[in-house]
């Protein structure tokens, strides 16, 4: 079945398949119908054979020339990946590279090239021209807001206890003549972040304990995401960075008297990408300090089982020990009886006293733990103790030889 979102070269793999193989024999490996899989190879913009091509013959085919696999595209971009950035995988990676102070480590050096040249050619248009969809939705929810209030106003003005409010629509918090600005800015980022496959969008909105709504743009970044808070600061444009949108701010970006907001933002983006990167290292290193104690806490916890196991067994030597001295009891006294019922003259007296010796010779061999037991619910003889120490000093030895060992360095500590 192919997923929703795919890599760039499983892209290149599926136009390559549906120009040598019919979609509807595609679709039947894959499990789904072939009208399923032109829907989902049309999101990856992959183009298909035109109609009554497999109707040829294999010569006419070949003269047919296929159309090159177009670029990704903002579009695409939602459902394709690792067409722009080569990421490195971080298991293959050591200790010692993640402790590395380099720039970038998850990505490969043309990748950071093309970061860097895409952070320096930002550029952020002074006119608001065929927004995105994300941002004319923005646009139409603004102009529905102030629609309704001056409605409302209008409406309400003259009662004595009507208050003009001003609902919150949009992920920023400044005044009207801001709002183009920060449009502008927006429909920028998501024009362009595609680029490094990157993306923006609405993000988080709660209302912190003074009952204040709190809305966070949500930015991803190669490495990372960062939560986005857009707000007024008496007069002039300040973006503020987040890991979480509780967390502290890592990065600001605001209008000053040398610089807007605008011609900071490439290098704050580039900064971002770096931060994103070190984050993921002290991320991974964590992650495997903790899985290394994981591990050994494990090891341990699998150890301590096998000792009180071992401690159990002990605990039935004794019973099978006070077993075999109980059955040694029971056959003396039932060799004792039959002395008695051979000196016995009173027939009933005498038939009494073999049923009495045939139930305690029954009693030893059933404490006699060398005699086999079947189907017994607890170990009633040598054989099964045997079994289950075996089996256990098995599962000891095993766990002795992967005994984890790790120095103090790569646990962490």
Request: aromatic share 10%; charged share 35%.
């Amino acid at each position: 079945m192919i997923p929703g979102r795919i890599s760039n070269d499983k892209r290149n793999e599926l136009y390559e398949e549906v120009w040598k193989t019919p979609v509807r024999q595609l679709a039947k490996a894959e499990g789904v119908s072939d009208v399923a899989l032109r829907k989902r190879l049309a999101k990856f913009d992959i183009p298909l054979p035109p109609r009554g091509y497999w109707a040829k013959s294999e010569e006419n085919r070949q003269k047919i020339v296929p159309p090159l696999l177009p670029d990704i595209t903002r579009l695409t971009s939602n459902y394709v990946f690792g067409y722009s950035i080569c990421r490195i995988d971080a298991d293959s990676l050591s200790d010692d590279q993640l402790k590395n102070d380099g720039p970038f480590l998850f990505i490969t050096e043309e990748s950071v090239q093309r970061v860097q040249q895409f952070c320096e050619s930002l550029f952020i248009e002074k006119q608001l021209r065929n927004p995105t969809t994300w941002v004319q939705k923005l646009i139409t929810r603004i102009e529905e807001q102030r629609k309704k209030e001056k409605e409302e106003y209008e409406k309400y003005r003259y009662q004595y206890w009507y208050t003009q409010r001003c609902e919150q629509v949009v992920p920023f918090d400044v005044p009207e003549c801001a709002e183009r600005r920060v449009l502008r800015i927006l429909d920028t980022l998501d024009k362009r972040l595609y680029e490094i496959e990157g993306s923006v969008d609405e993000g988080t909105r709660y209302w912190d304990r003074g009952n204040k709504l709190k809305w966070y743009l949500k930015l991803d970044v190669p490495s990372g995401s960062f939560y986005l808070h857009v707000e007024d600061m008496d007069g002039k444009l300040r973006l503020a960075f987040m890991e979480s949108y509780e967390d502290r701010v890592i990065l600001v970006c605001e209008d000053t008297e040398e610089q807007d907001v605008e011609s900071q933002l490439g290098k704050a983006l580039y900064e971002l990408c770096l931060t994103a990167d070190k984050s993921k290292r002290a991320y991974e290193l964590k992650r495997r300090y903790d899985n290394r104690k994981y591990e050994i806490d494990a090891w341990r916890r699998k150890m301590e089982k096998i000792q009180q196991a071992e401690a159990e067994y002990r605990a039935f030597l004794s019973k099978l020990i006070d077993g075999r001295a109980e059955a040694t009891k029971c056959r003396a006294f039932a060799n004792s009886l039959e002395a008695v019922i051979c000196q016995t003259e009173d027939v009933d007296e005498a038939t009494l006293l073999k049923e009495f010796k045939v139930w305690v010779e029954d009693h030893a061999d059933a404490e006699d733990p060398f005699i086999h037991t079947q189907n017994a619910s607890e170990v009633k003889d040598v054989w099964g103790l045997a079994e289950l120490i075996r089996a256990n000093r098995e599962r000891q030895r095993e766990l002795l030889e992967n005994e984890p060992h790790y120095s103090a360095k790569e646990l962490g500590r």
